[in-house]
């Protein structure tokens, strides 16, 4: 589904090379975890992915069902599918997330050729999925990401994710600042999601939350390159022993 | 004092050119003294303190510019139930509107005023009084000129707007309207505004609130592109009464909107706000207001929000005057400008004058474009460009529109905001 081959990535206004040639693949169906120390590069694939500005892609390339991503705004990159739960969600004053989510899903829908959903229609489908993950009707009102918490803004994320129902999601920290129980809420809403035509990609820092999303690869990132990767076990390599002799083993 | 030249020369072209019109005696005498005091003062000039930002003189010349007349559609507050008044280039069309009456309402024509008529007590006198500080000529010579308007006099809770509803059929009107509100002791009354009234408009509004009155007015500029204007509002208000204002305005060339409110009575609330959109080089939109609190425990805010691209200019000076012994004063401003790219400019003066003590007043001024960060959050989400945009700017516009208490009225101004960016962007 998703395939990255040699990506390489600079900054834009400077001279730096982030991303030092990324190979990753991810399946239909498959759930990969990414992990790796602080700046190693991790948001940086995730932005560049969804077609954020500010960065040069220097070489490689990335696909999405075998449609260039690289070469599409991001809305279209959106509108094909891709999803990213951002490590730090964007507060918008002034738009209701209600608003918020509706202009985001029939907005999608219209670039598929889909009928946009009726102002019913998406009510009854918002509050199930609100629901589930435990979001009340008052942070539904509210600006989007305005005044909520972080573990509050990490849900709403989610809840975006499960309204737009993309194929390859990539969550950016979802789990950082979420309490134990609203650890299991976002897991039990990705678990959900999970479907033979769905992937994730999953980057975080921590175990606990792969021991709820159970992943079929771990990749270990670092300065800006894949340089491990393995089954589950390794995540816990790295809870266990830090990344001292990953990366010793990588030189 | 003499006037400086170029200043005495367009004073005298324009005064030249124009009469002081006939009728009934207080009329004939408000408007000669308005006269006399436009030539005393004389017009506006770029060189004039609060002129400094907008350049006058397309208000001031002898002739008005042509402007094309657009179809306007009709449709704006038509959900409101309003009693409509249609003025036609600036003449009032009896024909077109409904009967000037109305429960707890008097409404009558300017010309028609008789001589023992209520408004004889208030017809350039607000305007008058709002000539201190800062002198308004444009008003002066409004008082002076005016041949019709409307005199509306609300003694009970009109529960029925009054909408004054301006069209245009020529491209050169050059209209001069005058209208006069009296809001009795505890009467309440909206008034509504939309329409494009003349290649050319002068209006005055004097509005006078009594103790527990209250006003609303929401208005909509014409939306022609080629329109010049300028618009004086004189409030006088009472103990707790209030006073609310809203202005939209979309396109013209030179839009200047004054505001004078005074509040002499305890407890009063007095709200002006405004949002504007302006798209091209000449695209000019002034917002000027002078809020002075002369009484204890009064609350005053002033929010303008303008949206400016292709080179458009927007300005705001605003001041809140609290004079002595206007104790527990709470006066809050703010104007905004978001740019939408590097070609246009908000020029901006806030100004707060307090010889009280014991009052809160805050002001803040700001000029930002869209965030990046927030357009690229929504483009994520699969919101195109464009409509992100869009969506980002009438969230900026939002705190302005949620100053008009009236929430279908606000509605109606929210889609003729969408509507123009829909038609703008890009
Ligand atoms: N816009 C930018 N300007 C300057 N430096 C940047 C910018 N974006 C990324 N970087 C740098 O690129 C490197 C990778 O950053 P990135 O955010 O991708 O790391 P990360 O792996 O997500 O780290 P973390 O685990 O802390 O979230 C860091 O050194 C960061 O400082
Ligand atoms: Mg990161």
């Known amino acids: 589904m998703l395939n990255i081959k040699g990506l390489k990535v600079d900054l834009e206004e400077e001279d730096k090379s982030i991303l030092k040639g990324v190979d990753l693949e991810v399946n239909a169906g498959e759930v990969h975890a990414i992990m790796g120390p602080n700046g190693s590069g991790k948001s940086t694939l995730s932005y560049v992915l969804s077609g954020k500005d500010g960065y040069k892609v220097m070489g490689g390339t990335a696909t999405l069902d075998g449609a260039d991503l690289l070469d599409m705004e991001p809305e279209e990159r959106a509108a094909a599918g891709l999803f990213l739960a951002f490590q730090y969600p964007v507060e918008i004053p002034g738009v209701g997330n209600m608003t918020f989510l509706r202009t985001a899903v029939n907005a999608q829908r219209k670039a598929r050729g889909q009928d946009e959903l009726t102002a019913g229609e998406f009510l009854k489908e918002v509050r199930a999925r609100a629901k589930d993950l435990k979001i009340d009707a008052e942070m539904l009102k509210r600006p989007v990401n305005v005044g909520f918490s972080g573990g509050e803004k990490k849900r709403n994320e989610i809840l975006q994710m499960a309204m737009l129902e993309p194929k390859m999601c990539i969550l950016d920290e979802t789990d950082s600042g979420l309490d134990v129980d609203a650890m299991k809420l976002v897991a039990d809403g990705v678990n959900a999601l999970r479907s033979e035509g769905r992937a994730f990609l999953v980057i975080t820092h921590y175990q606990r939350l792969l021991d709820h999303i159970k992943p079929d690869v771990v990749h270990i990132m670092s300065n800006g390159r894949i340089i491990k990767s393995g089954g589950p076990e390794l995540a816990l390599e790295v809870e266990n022993n830090g990344y001292a002799d990953l990366l010793a083993e990588a030189d | ?426």
């Not at chain 2, 005091?37 to 003189?57: C, I, N, Q, V």
């Not at chain 2, 008044?85 to 024509?109: N, T, Y």
């Not at chain 2, 005199?151 to 059929?169: F, K, Q």
């Not at chain 2, 004063?329 to 806030?350: E, H, N, R, V």
Request: glycine share 8%; proline share 3%.
């Open chain 2, 1 to 426: 004092m003499a006037l400086p030249k170029p200043k005495q020369d367009a004073t005298d072209a324009r005064l030249g050119a124009v009469n002081v019109p006939d009728g009934p005696a207080w009329a004939r005498a408000a408007r000669t003294d308005a006269m006399d005091r436009t030539a005393a003062m004389g017009l506006p000039h770029r060189r004039d303190e609060y002129w400094k930002f907008t350049d006058p003189s397309a208000l001031v010349a002898v002739d008005a510019a042509p402007a094309d007349v657009l179809d306007d559609d009709d449709a704006l507050f038509s959900g409101s139930g309003a009693l409509t008044l249609v003025f036609v280039d600036g003449v009032f069309d009896a024909d077109a509107s409904d009967d000037l009456a109305g429960e707890g309402i008097e409404i009558s024509r300017l010309a028609d005023a008789q001589d023992l008529h209520w408004a004889r007590d208030l017809y350039g006198a607000l305007e008058t009084a709002g000539q201190t500080p800062v002198e308004r000529p444009l008003a002066a010579l409004n008082t002076a000129t005016a041949t019709d308007g409307v005199l509306i006099r609300a003694t009970g809770n009109v529960a029925r707007p009054v909408c004054l509803r301006y069209r245009r059929s020529s491209d050169d009107a050059d209209v001069v309207l005058h209208h006069v509100i009296r809001v009795e002791t505890g009467a309440q009354v909206t008034l509504l505004e939309t329409g494009s009234a003349a290649a050319r408009l002068s209006t005055v509004t004097e509005v006078s609130v009594a103790d527990g009155g209250t006003f609303h007015h929401v208005r909509q500029q014409g939306r022609d592109h080629q329109r010049r204007m300028n618009t004086h509002t004189f409030a006088r208000i009472g103990a707790e009464s209030t006073f609310k204002s809203f202005t939209l305005s979309l396109n013209g060339i030179l839009t200047r909107n004054d505001c004078v409110i005074e509040i002499l009575g305890d407890d009063a609330i007095a709200h002006v706000a405004g949002a504007c959109v302006g798209d091209g080089d000449n695209f000019v939109h002034d917002d000027t207001i002078f809020i002075t609190h002369d009484a204890v425990g009064c609350e005053s805010r002033q929010v303008f929000k303008k949206v400016l691209r292709n080179g458009a200019v927007g300005v705001f000076q605003g001041k809140i005057l609290v004079k002595q012994g206007a104790q527990k004063t709470d006066g809050y401003q703010i104007s905004q400008s978001l740019l939408l790219d590097g070609d246009s400019q908000f020029l901006a003066k806030p100004e707060l004058e307090i010889y009280a003590d014991d009052v809160a007043c805050s002001h803040g001024s700001t000029s930002g474009a869209i965030s990046d960060e927030a357009l690229f959050y929504l483009r994520s989400r699969g919101v195109p460009e464009k409509q992100a945009t869009n969506l980002l700017t009438l969230a900026f516009l939002a705190e302005a529109l949620e100053e008009i208490e009236d929430d279908a009225l606000a509605d109606d101004l929210r889609d003729r905001l969408a509507g123009w960016l829909d038609r703008h962007a890009g």
